[in-house]
């Protein structure tokens, strides 16, 4: 008799984190949502990558830096065709996609047209082969490259949309606004995970777009590392099985959302994103998702009240877009707060919303340390990158532990006492200020 395997179907959970008791006249309540995705056919699985049935329908496009300076060294150049080359190779039977060459304009490098080639053996061949046109002249306007990559990912009818760009300079032929209504025009349309080849491009611009299009940024100093990269941000975008998803926080009459933000597996202010979904109903925007698990820290201030008095404070919901145009509600938990005199439980900080807080501060005062660094002021850089040594090692992130040691030498670090490096590589000081953001989860 044979045997039918069923795909699975995605399921979501959420898990509140809240101590939520407050002391009489109290109004802070803070909690930390973990959201997690599990069961869904797009994630490795026991079909191949190149089969047709094995995930929703996704498009991709492939935004390739051709700029003149790609060709110093010619390393870089010849590691981004590689690194493409491995990326198209990534991709399922059935997926859209396009490649594009970006330097002050953008050209479509394949299929031509204006349109997107679906994914087979032919057409993995084929855009393989056309990657030998790519060769470096020319200047750098990233925001051309976004527009053109919305326009193509605009005509398929699919719900994954996804980018990834790559650079290796600093976006010099057009004005800052451009870039930044280019990044407007295409937020909610596709993700796009960015990423930076050697050490001559801006880390602030990479990240910002990485950022403004709910994707993942990184460094790739050695144009070597570029191909193993992009197999793996390709693995993750065929991954994806659940697109526009949302986080919807419902407040009760009286209580106002103080903020918003994502906290693991890195730190991503929301509070700013929200768009109204109906009365005291805001959506907070999270992008798509595969088979993962992501943590949210939310604090809402609630109307004053007196001993013994309870109330709902938040209903946290995932939602998703149906396509009649309704949402679907994914899963759902509660926030609440509870008023009591009991000294010993309104003053206990639950371990989840302790630890995010100070994840949260240690990537601010990476940023901060760094800046200082930058502009001259020692005194303010060592205490700021002190007390990052501090709150990584009281937190457990070894990764951003062991890259503060490319910058400062630790004499101390439950103390914070440290001292700047003289000398330190530009590629780790890059490094770090693109990976200040990147968290870890509570200890167990």
């Known amino acids: 008799m044979a045997n039918f395997s069923k795909p699975s179907v995605p399921r979501f959970s959420v898990d509140v984190y809240q101590n939520e008791f407050l002391p009489e006249g109290g109004r802070e309540v803070n909690a930390v949502v973990t959201v997690t995705r599990t069961g869904g ?31 110093y060294p010619a390393t870089k150049l010849r590691g981004a065709r590689e690194a493409t080359a491995a990326a198209i190779a990534a991709l399922r039977d059935g997926v859209r996609f396009a ?23 032919r057409t993995r061949a084929d855009a393989t082969e056309a990657l030998r046109s790519l060769t470096a002249g020319g200047g750098t306007a990233i925001g051309t490259w ?34 930044r209504e280019a990044l407007d025009a295409c937020a909610g349309r596709f993700t796009c ?37 992009f197999t793996r941000m390709m693995g993750a975008a065929m991954g994806k099985g659940v697109a526009d998803v949302a986080l919807r926080l419902w407040t009760p009459v009286g209580a106002e959302v103080a903020f918003v933000k994502q906290v693991a597996p890195n730190v991503e202010e929301l509070t700013a994103r929200r768009t109204e979904a109906g009365t005291r109903v805001g959506d907070y ?4 998702w595969g088979d993962e698990s992501r943590d949210f820290h939310l604090c809402v201030r609630v109307p004053s009240a007196g001993v013994g008095q309870e109330m709902l404070a938040a209903r946290v919901s995932l939602v998703a877009p ?20 009991d000294m010993a439980a309104s003053t206990s900080i639950n371990p989840q919303v302790a630890h995010y807080t100070g994840q949260a501060e240690l990537a601010d005062v990476i940023q901060q340390g760094l800046d200082a660094r930058k502009a001259g002021d020692l005194g ?65």
């Open 41 to 71: 056919t797009a994630g490795p699985g026991s079909a191949g990558p190149h089969d047709p049935g094995h995930g929703p329908g996704a498009a991709v496009v492939i935004m390739v830096d051709c700029s003149g300076s790609m060709d």
């Open 99 to 121: 490649v594009v060459a970006g330097t002050h304009l953008a050209r479509e490098v394949y299929p031509r047209g204006g349109g997107l080639a679906v994914a087979d053996e």
């Open 146 to 179: 976004l527009r053109l990559a919305d326009a193509l990912l605009a005509t398929a009818d699919v719900p994954i949309r996804h980018g990834i760009l790559l650079t290796d300079g600093r976006n010099e032929h057009e004005a800052p606004e451009a870039l």
């Open 193 to 229: 995970d960015a990423r930076g080849v050697g050490t001559d491009w801006e880390v602030k611009e990479v990240t910002g777009i990485a950022s403004a299009l709910l994707g993942s940024a990184d460094i790739v100093a050695d144009p070597a590392g570029l191909s193993a990269d």
């Open 285 to 288: 925007p999270t992008g798509s």
């Open 322 to 341: 149906l396509p009649d145009g309704a949402v679907e509600t994914l899963a759902q938990g509660l926030v609440r707060a509870v008023w009591t005199d």
């Open 380 to 444: 303010g850089a060592t205490a700021k990158l002190g007390r990052a040594v501090q709150l990584a090692s009281a937190s457990g992130n070894e990764d951003t532990s062991k890259l503060l040691a490319k910058v400062v030498d630790v004499v101390d670090a439950a103390a914070g006492t440290v001292r700047l490096k003289a000398k330190v590589a530009e590629a780790d000081e890059m490094t770090l200020e693109t990976r200040s953001t990147k968290t870890v989860r509570v200890k167990k």
